[in-house]
């Protein structure tokens, strides 16, 4: 669905797009000449669809040239509820500031009225185009003002794949939290998993049973609880995990496994001498303070910053309608030891 | 010190206060007409100063009937790596969207050429005047550029009281920690502070012992101990603690209040029931998932961003050279008991 746009609406990288019956992406490759394979025929209709409908990628450059300014939108959900939002703001204003644009920031703590005032003001600014990102890694639904914007998703993706996005890849993280536990030659390792439907729920069991699979070892279900995604969550189930006999645990984040450290302290039990623990997130206060400190998985979300500004301005693009997906690296700490023989 | 301006240097209010031989906030009160008792001669001084300079108290205005933009400019020194950088933006952007002006929000992670750059953005961008903020609350030596715009210090000032700054109230917060345990009907109140050297070090002991002094209890240096303030700092005192035979402790932040925590548990002792325990900052993904949840007091971030943006627009103004300084109000939870009678 369009939104009613006046005569000031700028034909956007989507126009072109539906004009040329290709995907978004196909579109910023032509237009930036990223050098991606992109056949004849497409890039014939990409080219009809920009001279029919007068897109101007370099609209910005008129205004350079009058003095005025170059901008670069950032919508984000959660600046002061959490410190995920301040990386991605770090990470796209490195970028967008390398590149000669001014990143104009909106936090909207997922107020529509707000975020509704915070693209149209960005609109009026004549934005090259509009980041728009979530706090945590979900599919949206793209708010009618960005139909006039080119857009990049950042830590979120439209579920039609019609939009370029930037996310996590939970899977190759759920991959590495495991392999931190293999690696020391655990083989009985337990998921504490989070109950909340979403890409990280589904991405990082995934990315748990192909490092299993991959070091020789089957899925047991039996090893897989889901809890409240926190520290209630990972106390709640201390007694769980201690049922499943296993040497190792990899929790969701790191909330869940700051409250499994409580509950298994409580029973007179210590990380990593008793159970090896692993966590997701790398939430700084909480991972490298926890005592032992947490090995964890991080996300990338300075990264995903980043490059949701090189994908907005044409410096590399998502391949196809997926989103283009950021490694999550290990950072071990030291909540991990060898299991004991037993 | 003045930075050499060049013929497009804007005069500013403090050009307007050196000139008028005022403070600064003398010059807003007088500019913005805020019905405070300025004295007849001194408002004259303003009057006759802001002539001779020609400074232009809504030079914005201009730009405005041309369609130009209004920009409030906000510079952090820490958005990725702390919680407290995206409530002081937010605080910011609701009272600066409330007044229709956009807010140019700059990262700069302590990095003093993003700084540089992020200031002349600011200025090349017109904005009516820059906050400039701190993710702790210290004394800053004012960049070079800001002299070339109005500016409110944001959670720090600056040490000759030249610029209008907005800080919170340690005193009154170090009152409301004490007073947290007090009603509770404790009178050995422990306190481990931070071993850092900063206005939250000296505001909040003089505020526990004014609390204490109000609740007509001497104050026992034997009480206090400086500790390193984070985890770390409150796992390694919780000896010094337990010798001081206190029934609560006041901790300096949530982190240490979290790692006194560890300690007391790996003691198998239990908050509350054998120590009260009282944190500060509310750090939330601390502070209220912490088994049992941490009472303690609020550093005011949003309001300290609302207020900054009411004194740039002179809606409002720090009394004389003092800093205005806003509450720290406490936020009980479920850490502080009855002490048992002993």
């Known amino acids: 669905m369009k939104s009613e746009g006046g005569t000031h609406r700028a034909v956007t990288m989507r126009d072109v797009a539906q004009a040329a019956g290709v995907s978004v992406s196909t579109v910023s490759h032509v237009v930036n000449d990223t050098g991606a394979r992109i056949g004849a025929e497409a890039r014939e209709r990409v080219r009809r669809a920009i001279e029919d409908l007068g897109y101007r990628p370099n609209a910005m450059a008129k205004n350079l040239v009058k003095g005025g300014s170059r901008f670069v939108g950032l919508v984000a959900d959660a600046i002061a509820s959490t410190p995920f939002a301040g990386q991605i703001i770090h990470g796209a204003q490195d970028e967008a500031w390398q590149h000669g644009y001014v990143l104009l920031v909106a936090?909207?703590?997922?107020?529509?009225?707000?975020?509704?005032?915070?693209?149209?003001?960005?609109?009026?600014?004549?934005?090259?185009?509009?980041?728009?990102?979530?706090?945590?890694?979900?599919?949206?639904?793209?708010?009618?003002?960005?139909?006039?914007?080119?857009?990049?998703?950042?830590?979120?993706?439209?579920?039609?794949?019609?939009?370029?996005?930037?996310?996590?890849?939970?899977?190759?993280?759920?991959?590495?939290?495991?392999?931190?536990?293999?690696?020391?030659?655990?083989?009985?390792?337990?998921?504490?998993?989070?109950?909340?439907?979403?890409?990280?729920?589904?991405?990082?069991?995934?990315?748990?049973?192909?490092?299993?699979?991959?070091?020789?070892?089957?899925?047991?279900?039996?090893?897989?609880?889901?809890?409240?995604?926190?520290?209630?969550?990972?106390?709640?189930?201390?007694?769980?995990?201690?049922a499943m006999r296993a040497t190792g645990v990899f929790c969701h984040n790191d909330r869940v496994a700051m409250g499994l450290y409580d509950g298994l302290r409580e029973h007179g039990l210590r990380v990593p001498d008793d159970l090896s623990v692993v966590g997701f997130d790398n939430q700084e206060v909480i991972a490298a303070h926890l005592r032992p400190t947490l090995s964890t998985v991080a996300l990338p979300h300075y990264e995903l910053g980043r490059r949701g500004v090189r994908v907005l301005l044409g410096l590399e693009a998502p391949e196809g309608a997926a989103p283009l997906a950021v490694n999550c690296p290990p950072v071990p700490r030291s909540s991990i030891t060898r299991p004991s023989e037993s």
């Open 107 to 242: 936090n909207t703590e997922g107020n529509e009225a707000a975020e509704a005032s915070a693209i149209s003001m960005m609109l009026e600014h004549k934005v090259r185009g509009v980041l728009y990102s979530t706090w945590y890694h979900r599919a949206v639904d793209l708010p009618a003002g960005l139909t006039e914007a080119d857009t990049v998703l950042v830590n979120c993706f439209s579920a039609d794949g019609s939009t370029p996005a930037v996310v996590p890849d939970e899977r190759s993280g759920g991959r590495e939290a495991a392999r931190l536990l293999l690696e020391q030659g655990h083989r009985r390792i337990a998921f504490l998993n989070t109950r909340t439907p979403s890409p990280a729920r589904d991405g990082r069991l995934e990315g748990y049973r192909e490092a299993l699979g991959a070091a020789g070892l089957p899925f047991d279900l039996d090893l897989v609880a889901d809890v409240r995604p926190d520290q209630e969550g990972g106390y709640a189930a201390v007694d769980k995990v201690l």
